[in-house]
């Protein structure tokens, strides 16, 4: 059966028009989606303060709801950083003050980044050097903080600075 009987508009239309509901038969709705939104908007218009305070009150949880996701999101963040470099959220965020915002070797500012200036910091001492984009950061991590393959590899920029065309 790939039809069914609509009671509010008494025509047969094709399953697909109906909304699924729980009952057991054919598990569709009584009525089809364009009588059910059609009833929706008269009970609108027929009661709208209504369905402002419901609005509003959904909108309200919605906003709580949102602010705690957040908040999570902000207390996992703050641990991470406490853990693995032994700075709070605020401390990034002097950092980033300290630095306006942009990263501390090409000084592209956080806004133009896609995710937040990351933290750079000593392998061997654990020290906090500065933020870095997401470009450089893996940039000074290849050349393993050597400051004498970061020479070399700007030595052989400078020296090979004519591309020939192939």
């Given at each position: ?133 997401n470009y450089c950061n893996p940039g000074l991590g290849s050349f393993r903080d050597s400051v004498k393959s970061l020479q070399a590899a ?13």
């Amino acid at each position: 059966m790939d039809k069914k009987y609509c009671k509010k508009c008494l025509i047969i239309k094709p399953l697909e028009e109906f909304y699924f509901h729980k009952s057991p038969r054919d598990q569709r709705t009584g009525k089809c989606k364009e009588c059910i939104l059609e009833e929706g908007a008269l009970y609108q218009k027929a009661n709208p303060e209504v369905c402002h305070k419901k609005s509003n009150k959904y909108a309200a949880k919605e906003r709580a709801r949102q602010l705690k996701i957040k908040n999570r999101k902000l207390e996992a963040r703050n641990s991470q950083m406490k853990l693995k470099y032994g700075i709070t959220l605020e401390d990034y965020e002097i950092l980033l003050k300290a630095q306006e915002g942009r990263c501390a070797i090409c000084g592209i500012h956080e806004d133009l980044l896609t995710r937040a200036l990351a933290i750079d910091h000593c392998h061997t001492t654990g020290k906090i050097r500065g933020l870095l984009c997401n470009y450089c950061n893996p940039g000074l991590g290849s050349f393993r903080d050597s400051v004498k393959s970061l020479q070399a590899a700007i030595m052989y920029l400078q020296s090979h600075s004519i591309v020939i065309d192939s």
